[in-house]
């Protein structure tokens, strides 16, 4: 996976990233004045802010327009007033019990909305998302959660790291003992249209093209010692790499593949 990405700064977005200390950008980040001006010099894509939310625009295409992550919409504080999630198939293949509340290390962060759902059931999580934007997106949704009072207890069981994960769990494997669980949910392959039928979905392909090193971070999951290693994939996409999972939990259009790690 790779992200070479032509992003237009507007106004208000260049304001908050200087004052939340991101400085150092990549060098196809360029300040624009207007969305408008955006599209006529031909960038696809442009970071904006209203209202204190960081949005991810589309100048050219409606259909991908204003992507952002939101723990403050209905269905997730819904789900996380209610204590919804318990008996869904990601609890159940993250090992979450009456008795055990296992700590979790989701290295493949995205929008943050699985980290938030297992935070929100009592998970200490770290997450890590290797995208500079995408990293944005997520610690403006989690800096905006953590100022309402119902969401604050769940945003201080997350940690967020804007790091590599495959350098990350090879680093120091001492450091990764504390957790019992690491998270996958590497990009679904484009077989089907009906997978990318949300729209953050086909913004990610977009943006950062095939998830091509899914096996080697698998791998690394292996080697890193951690006891449970748990694979989102769609229902029917063959498992990653040669091992086949020890447990499956299966749901209309998701699958969790679980290993237990040998290591």
């Known amino acids: 996976m790779s992200e070479k990405v032509k992003l237009a700064i507007l106004p208000e977005a260049d304001l908050y990233l200087k004052k939340t200390g991101c400085k150092d950008r990549p060098p196809l980040w360029e300040s624009i004045s207007t969305l408008e001006k955006a599209k006529d010099n031909g960038f696809d894509w442009a970071l904006s802010l209203e209202e204190g939310v960081l949005q991810l625009r589309s100048p050219g295409d409606k259909d991908l327009d204003r992507v952002k992550v939101d723990f403050l919409a209905g269905s997730m504080v819904y789900r996380q007033r ?4 318990k008996g869904e198939l990601l609890a159940k293949a993250i090992g979450i019990k009456k008795n055990k509340v296992p700590s979790v290390l989701d290295v493949t962060a995205g929008l943050g909305k ?5 935070a929100s059931l009592g998970c200490q999580v770290t997450m890590i998302e290797r995208s500079p934007l995408i990293a944005l997106l997520l610690q403006n949704g989690l800096d905006r959660a953590a100022e309402n009072p119902e969401l604050s207890p769940v945003i201080d069981r997350i940690d967020f790291l804007n790091r590599d994960s495959i350098q990350f769990l090879n ?11 690491i998270y996958l949910d590497p990009m679904f392959p484009e077989n ?4 990318l039928v949300k729209k953050e979905m086909r913004v990610f392909r977009k943006l950062l093209g095939e998830d091509l090193d899914s096996s080697v971070l698998l791998d690394a999951a292996f080697a890193s010692g951690i006891h449970r290693v748990v694979v989102k994939r ?3 996409d063959k498992q990653i790499g040669d091992q086949k999972p020890e447990l499956g939990f299966i749901g209309k259009t998701t699958r969790f593949d679980v290993y237990f ?3």
Request: aromatic share 10%; glycine share 6%.
């Open 192 to 195: 089907k249209k009906s997978r």
């Open 171 to 181: 680093f120091d494997p001492q450091s990764l003992l504390k957790y019992d669980c």
């Open 82 to 85: 209610h204590g919804q999630g």
């Open 234 to 236: 769609h229902r029917h």
């Open 114 to 118: 699985d980290s938030f759902i297992l």
């Open 261 to 263: 790690n040998k290591v």
